[in-house]
Structure formats: structure tokens, C-alpha cells
């Protein structure tokens, strides 16, 4: 099967995400508050990796340390093979735009723009010209089924019409890591499943790694590998079985490709 002129170019370390004692420590009007208590693992690229937890376990948490977003207290995070919690903030910020792609609840889409401009805005915060960043942004959508929608203002679409808006977004710059916060949340069990099988195809049509946070089980069995998340501290790492089951059901999605 013909791959994605996206893929391939990313550079081979098996390992992708290696975190090793990773401690956060929140200051919340004086009073300590510990949201990593010690968080060590490894993630190889091409992975899909649930983190589960109960409300304030630390799984946004984790997910801000592994974006650069946050820099935890104390321990290292090695993304690609540098450890991001040495980077200055100028570095730090090149590697959220070029090497990760968010799809978080409170970084929604852009109301004011339409879908198309809210796809394309990472791309060219990240250099590509406009015409670029455009046919990029074009062919995401329709891989998420979203092309009709292009010219529609992002507050004019659904909830999952958003979250899949996001997904392209979060694509746009050819991220080899997708971080994502709770996005199946506020929606439906069917718009829910859909942003999942869109993530689910994520590793093998691009090879890219994915980390997605939810306090959903269910939501959480899709991934390849789980790892629940028990008041800052890791509480089990398991793998859940989907891989093999998942990878036939993907070769007929995208043998059905995009409207
Ligand atoms: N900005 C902050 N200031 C103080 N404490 C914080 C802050 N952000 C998070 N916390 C605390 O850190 C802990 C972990 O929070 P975190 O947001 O990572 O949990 P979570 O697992 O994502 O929860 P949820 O499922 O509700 O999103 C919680 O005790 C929370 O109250
Ligand atoms: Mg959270």
C-alpha cells in the first residue's frame, strides 16, 4: 500500500519518549501540591499509549512535561534523544512546533478562523509559505473526512467536527509525536469512536507515536499499550492486545480512503 508522502522522513531512534524520575511539584498559593511523584518510562516511536487515571492522578501533567510545555522539578525527558528540560525556551518552543502535535481540550480551534486557516496556522507559525501550508492543511482535512468543511468557521462546526478538526491540526507540521488530552470528552460514544480509530491509524499510516490521556477505559483499550496513573505515580504498564486486532480493521479504512 502506497504511504503517505508524510511519512518516512523522521529520524530512526527506536525510542522515542524516555522519561526518567520525573518529578512536578504545583504551588498552589503556597501549599506544595505533588502531580508527578517519580515517573520513569520509555516509549518507542510508532507506539500508541494510553495514560489512565482518576481526576488528578497527573496525566495532563504527564502530558505537559512530555510537550515541553511544563518543565518538571526535577528529572530528565528525552525527546528523540535530547532531554527537553535542558533546552532554553527559544529551543523548547521550535520543538513544540515542529516535533509535536497537541490536541488538547483548552487549546480548541481558533473560533474566528475557518477550518482551513486553523489547520494551516501551525505550518506557517513553523515557516512553510502559504501555498504550502495550504495543500498540507487541504489534504489532512479530507483524510478526516472534513474537506466540505474547509471554508466553514471553526464555531460553526460540532464538537467532533472540532476534535477532528484539531487531529489535522495537530498533524499539519508531520508531528512524529501527537499528544492528546482527553479528546474523545463532551462527546458522543459515536463521534467519541471515530476520533479514536482516527488516532488508532495514526502509528501505522505514519509511523507517528501517540499519547493520549483519558479517564475512560474503554477509550483507553484502544491503544497498544496502557498506563494507569494512580495519585502522580505510576500504578501498571501493560499492553492491552489491540495492535493485532486493530491492524486489520485499518487496512480497510484506509483501503476505503477519504471521501
Ligand atoms: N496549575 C495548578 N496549580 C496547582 N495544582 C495543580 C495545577 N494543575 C494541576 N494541579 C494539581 O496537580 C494534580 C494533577 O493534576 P492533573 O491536571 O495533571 O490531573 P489529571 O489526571 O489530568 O486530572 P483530570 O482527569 O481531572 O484532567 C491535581 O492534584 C491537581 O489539582
Ligand atoms: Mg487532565
Do not use: C, W
Request: aromatic share 2%; glycine share 10%.
Amino acid at each position: 500500500m502506497a504511504r503517505s508522502p508524510l511519512t518516512a522522513h523522521h529520524p530512526a531512534h527506536a525510542l522515542h519518549l524516555v522519561l526518567h524520575d520525573v518529578r512536578h511539584v504545583y504551588d498552589d498559593d503556597g501549599v506544595a501540591v505533588e502531580a508527578l511523584r517519580g515517573i520513569s518510562l520509555e516509549i518507542g516511536r510508532g507506539e500508541f499509549v494510553a495514560v489512565l487515571g482518576q481526576s488528578g492522578s497527573g496525566k495532563s501533567t504527564l502530558l505537559h512535561v512530555m510537550g515541553a510545555m511544563d518543565r518538571p522539578v526535577s528529572g530528565s525527558v528525552m525527546l528523540a534523544g535530547r532531554d527537553l528540560t535542558q533546552l532554553d525556551e527559544e529551543a523548547r518552543t521550535a520543538v513544540r512546533r515542529r516535533e509535536i502535535g497537541f490536541v488538547f481540550q483548552f487549546f480548541n480551534l481558533l473560533p474566528t478562523l475557518d477550518l482551513l486557516e486553523n489547520v494551516m496556522l501551525p505550518a506557517l507559525l513553523a515557516g512553510a509559505n502559504t501555498g504550502e501550508a495550504r495543500a498540507r492543511a487541504l489534504e489532512l482535512l479530507k483524510s478526516v473526512g472534513l474537506a466540505a468543511l474547509a471554508g466553514r468557521r471553526a464555531s460553526g462546526l460540532s464538537g467532533g467536527e472540532r476534535q477532528r478538526g484539531a487531529i489535522a491540526r495537530a498533524l499539519v507540521n508531520e508531528a512524529p509525536l501527537i499528544l492528546a488530552d482527553e479528546p474523545t470528552g463532551n462527546l458522543d460514544r459515536h463521534a467519541g469512536g471515530e476520533i479514536v480509530r482516527l488516532l488508532r491509524s495514526l502509528p501505522a499510516a505514519r509511523g507517528t507515536t501517540v499519547v493520549l490521556a483519558t479517564h475512560s477505559p474503554q477509550v483507553a483499550e484502544a491503544a497498544d499499550r496502557l498506563i494507569t496513573l494512580e495519585d502522580g505515580r505510576i500504578a501498571s504498564d501493560r499492553p492491552t492486545g489491540a495492535r493485532e486486532d486493530t491492524t486489520a480493521r485499518e487496512e480497510t479504512t484506509r483501503d476505503r480512503g477519504p471521501a
